[in-house]
């Protein structure tokens, strides 16, 4: 789904990957500008890959804890055809579950 909504590059279709969460409006035009700084490139794989040992799930940025909007269980790779004089490019996104479907994850703040 992620590869189809990228190449339509269709952002609507990309958001409903994502467990958005409290996702303040701030993160959710951050994901958006990251699809879109992408769309020149050519998807060359997609990966699923194993959560990495000791991955920090949250963070605090102004003053505000955030934390992922699900607990993650894989990280979705994504590498994009090398351009000529160019190093691999390539973007990621934690996986979690809700029930049975699979969502791309982002940060949401705690509640205090």
């Not at 102004?62 to 979705?76: H, M």
Request: aromatic share 12%.
């Amino acid at each position: 789904q992620f590869k189809k909504a990228f190449e339509k590059k269709d952002f609507d279709s990309f958001s409903r990957l994502f467990c958005w969460g409290k996702a303040d409006e701030a993160m959710k035009t951050m994901i958006k500008q990251a699809f879109e700084s992408e769309l020149d490139q050519r998807i060359a794989n997609v990966s699923i890959l194993e959560v990495p040992a000791g991955l920090k799930t949250s963070y605090e940025r102004n003053g505000i804890q955030y934390r992922t909007t699900l607990p993650p269980i894989a990280k979705l790779q994504i590498t994009f055809e090398k351009k000529k004089d160019e190093a691999v490019n390539a973007m990621s996104f934690l996986v979690g579950k809700k029930g049975s479907e699979y969502y791309l994850l982002t940060a949401e703040p705690v509640s205090p």
